[in-house]
Each structure stands twice: as C-alpha cells, then as structure tokens.
C-alpha cells in the first residue's frame, strides 16, 4: 500500500543504475521522499516523490548540499577502488559533513568480513571501506545478501541449461545464499527508514547447495539434472591466478576472474551468512530459487 510523503527524505546515489533504481521504487511505495543523485540530467525522471539532483561525485561541496537534510543516505554505486573508495568516500564525507544521520553502503553482497584478504578484490574493497565507516561519526547499516539470485537466470556459471547440468567446485551440499535484486531493494528500504538499524544487517531470500538445485530442477521439469563437479577449490584457486595472469588490469568490477572470486568464496562457506535478519521488518515474500528458475524454464 502506497504510504504518504510525510516519511523521512533518503538520498539515493547511484539511483539510474540497477539496484539503485529498485531501491528508488521501494523507497516510494513504501511512501518515502527520495532524492536521486545522478551524473546526468535525466538519468532519472521528476515525478512526485522522486528530486533527481544532478552532482560531480567530486565535487565535495557539492556532494554536501545535496544530501542536506537527508535522513539516510543510501549509496548504490558500483565499480572498483575509484568508485567503492573514492566516489563512496567522498559520499560519506559529505554525508558527515551534512550531519546526514544514517548511512548505507554499497555492500550488497557476500559476508566480506569472513573472507580472507587478498582472495577477493571487490570483497577487500569494501573490507576497507567498512573500516574507514567505522571511524565515521554516522550511523551505519550495511546489507548482506550472498549473490543476486537474479544472476541464476543466465549470468552465473552455475546452471548449465544447454547441458542440464549444475556445476560446482568443491562439496555438492555447500549451502549458497541467493537474494533477488528487488527483495534486497524492499529490505534496504526498510532500513533506510529505520533510525536504529543495527550496523550489519543479513538477508537470504532462499538458501541451497548445488545438490538441492538440481534436485529442484529435475523435479521442475521432470527430466534428471545432473551434478558436474568441476574441480578441488584448490584448482579454482589456480584458474582464479591465471586468469587474472592472463587478463589486463582493468577497473571493470566483474571481469570474468571477479566472478570466479566470488564463486570460490561461496564454494568455501566462507562468505555464508549466519543469523539471518529477515523477519527484521516483517517481510514474508521472499523470492526462492524455484521462483527464478521457473522464469528461464518458461
């Protein structure tokens, strides 16, 4: 049910890419204020609820008038060092300086903090943006919610469609965390919204291993899935080193080495998420893996 404007108003940056955009439909229906921070006029249109502000994220003074008067700022940016670091640290300092209370990063993933440093690049990225954060006089709230089930459809080299064949590295019964887009969007929403979000908040829309995905599938279509073991962690840790050999630096954020990264940190557990918070908010209508799936299959 559509709210009233008398919410608190959020500050969204990186509200004309994918999530972002989500997030700026969740805000509005749940009746909030949003002002979306752009690069470009008419990255996002004017309507009612929605004030696109077109800013340099280097430009700190700027940065700061924009966000004034926010009740949360919620960064959506996505990239390398120079956006996670430097754009988002810029976001931070002038959400401080804005005396902005309550900040929201653009984590959005994996739990980092159990990773190992060096084996993730986009996980060290915001390992050292969390501690810089950290020593922020500011609210925080960071969302981890494993990888997007969205990218089952397609993108993840996990469902072999062609092959009817679920690949994995390592243990077959590995437990993966997978949160669609959209709900990650309805939940930061909520947080958004709430003055004493904790610092660290943990969604699952769905958990299953490889095993259970192909025994999913198979009952789904009524032909037999099959598991394909594609190797020890150890040997996806060598490809992971000669991919990134054989690749040139680049500042893309998910070069096919970034993938295989994540991947691996799912394969370990490492990453899982533990003591989930979604009945936080009383969200019910999580999105499953069946739910994803069955839109490839159709």
């Not at 050292?128 to 997007?148: K, V, Y």
Request: net charge positive.
């Amino acid at each position: 049910m559509q709210g009233t404007l008398t919410q608190p108003l959020v500050v969204v940056a990186g509200a004309s890419g994918d999530l972002g955009a989500r997030l700026v439909r969740a805000l509005t229906f749940k009746g909030a204020r949003v002002r979306a921070l752009v690069r470009r006029p008419g990255d996002v249109p004017v309507s009612q609820h929605v004030e696109p502000v077109t800013v340099d994220f280097a430009d700190l003074a700027a940065l700061t008038r924009a966000v004034a008067g926010g009740a949360c700022v919620v960064s959506a940016l996505n990239g390398t060092a120079p956006v996670i670091l430097d754009a988002q640290g810029r976001l931070l300092d002038a959400a401080v300086a804005a005396r902005v209370p309550h900040f929201i990063p653009s984590d959005f993933c994996l739990d980092y903090r159990a990773t190992r440093p060096g084996d993730n690049r986009n996980m060290d990225l915001r390992r050292t943006f969390s501690a810089r954060l950290d020593a922020a006089p500011i609210r925080a709230t960071s969302i981890l919610n494993g990888p997007f089930a969205d990218l089952l459809e397609g993108q993840a080299p996990i469902v072999l469609h062609r092959f009817r064949r679920v690949l994995f590295w390592g243990e077959a019964d590995q437990l993966f965390d997978f949160t669609t887009k959209d709900d990650v969007a309805a939940f930061t929403a909520d947080a958004a919204l709430d003055p004493e979000a904790p610092r660290y908040l943990r969604i699952a829309g769905d958990q299953i291993s490889p095993r259970g995905i192909a025994e999913m599938l198979t009952g789904m279509e009524g032909r037999r899935w099959r598991l394909f073991r594609a190797g020890s962690v150890a040997r996806l840790s060598t490809l992971i080193a000669l991919a990134r050999t054989l690749t040139p630096e680049t500042d893309a954020p998910f070069p096919a080495w970034q993938g295989m990264q994540y991947l691996r940190d799912m394969s370990t557990g490492r990453g899982k998420l533990h003591g989930l918070d979604n009945a936080r908010y009383g969200k019910t209508d999580w999105t499953s893996v069946a739910e994803v799936l069955a839109r490839t299959l159709r």
